[in-house]
Each structure stands twice: as C-alpha cells, then as structure tokens.
C-alpha cells in the first residue's frame, strides 16, 4: 500500500490564481486540486462543478500567504502522522510546504528534522513537504506513509484486544475468590425464635372496685 502519485505534484502546484477558463466570474480563483486527474494544474470552483464534480478533490486554504489543508479532509487518503497541525479558524490543518524562519538564539523544544523549525507540539515534521523530504533523506520510501498508518492501526487494536481480556480475567478471578470465600466460610444462620416468645402478652385488666 503505496501513498497516491499526486502528493508531489500537489506540493508544487501554484494556488490561488486566477482561472484562465472562468476569469470573468465571481469564483474564479484556483483553490482546488483533483486526485483523481493529476493533471497538477489548481481548479476553481466552476471547474470543479462542471469537469471534476464526481472527483476526489482537495481545497486548499491560506494562512499567512501559505497553502494549508485541513487535517480531516487529507487523512482520509493520506496518512499525515507526524506532521504539526494547527488550528486555524476553528479548523484543524497541515501546512503542504516549508516555510522560512528567523534563526534564533533561543533553545527550541521541539524543531521540525528537516529545516529545524519550531514546532509547538513533539511532532516530527512543519510540514507535508518535509516528510517527504525527510523520509528520503532517511532512505525511506516516502510512499510508505499509509503502510504506516495501517500498523498503527492494528497495533493500537491488539493494544485494545489485550486490555480488554486482561479485565475479563480479572473479573474472572475476583468472581472465583468470592465463591471460595463462601463456600470457606458459610453464613451463620439465626437461631430460631419459638413463635411463643414472639406472641405478645395481652394488657392485663383489672377487676372493678367494689361500692
């Protein structure tokens, strides 16, 4: 299981452009990219309705002049762990590209292993794009990162599997404890109360005084 052919054309694609087919209309700026066609070239909103409406396709967004994509949409065909996200209008989203930092003197926590960028959260990665190029420079296959997301998977289902028998034995052993403790040590039974001793005596009465 391979990650799709249109990963590396996507982090090249210029966004947000004009759209040479629909420049007269109202949306006509390109903030789109079919999987499906991996032509490489963005698409605007009309060609999306009018050529590629039955297409798997990504919107891509923009924070601070960058391409950003939300975590929910490209999770669904890509596996992006290890990458930071960010939220950003209420939305949680990747970044597709590096982006250029200052240098500090400052001691980073965390820094992306590709351009040592700081990173808020311990994640590996700034960006998409440094994955990648991480996972060359490694001399990983960068299309592996599905394969990865599919043994998380299972190892967190054994982890699960596991955890689940071991409370089932436990409630087991503790059910077979208490039946050893009753059949060890019986109920004591009351005595018995003789149903005479039970009967209350009636109000006594006395005799009328004498005139």
Not at 88 to 100: H, K, M, T
Request: a positive charge; aromatic letters at 6%; glycine letters at 6%.
């Amino acid at each position: 299981m391979s990650v799709p052919q249109w990963v590396e054309p996507l982090l090249s694609t210029a966004f947000f452009t004009t759209c040479s087919t629909h420049r007269d209309a109202a949306r006509s700026e390109c903030n789109m990219y079919c999987l499906d066609c991996n032509g490489g070239d963005a698409i605007c909103f009309y060609c999306h309705s009018s050529h590629h409406k039955d297409h798997q396709v990504l919107q891509i967004r923009r924070s601070s002049y960058h391409d950003v994509v939300r975590a929910s949409e490209i999770q669904k065909v890509l596996d992006i762990s290890g990458v930071q996200t960010y939220v950003i209008n209420s939305a949680r989203v990747i970044f597709l590209n590096e982006r250029p930092q200052p240098k500090s003197g400052n001691r980073i926590a965390h820094a992306c292993e590709v351009c040592r960028r700081s990173l808020l959260d311990p994640f590996r990665f700034c960006s998409l794009g440094c994955k990648i190029a991480g996972k060359k420079g490694n001399g990983d296959d960068p299309r592996s990162f599905a394969m990865e997301a599919k043994n998380d998977e299972q190892t967190n289902g054994k982890v699960r599997e596991g955890k689940s028998s071991r409370r089932v034995l436990t409630r087991e052993r503790e059910e077979s404890n208490e039946s050893s403790r009753r059949d060890k040590y019986p109920p004591k039974s009351l005595p018995l109360i003789p149903s005479s001793a039970r009967r209350r005596k009636g109000i006594p009465h006395r005799a009328p005084f004498g005139s």
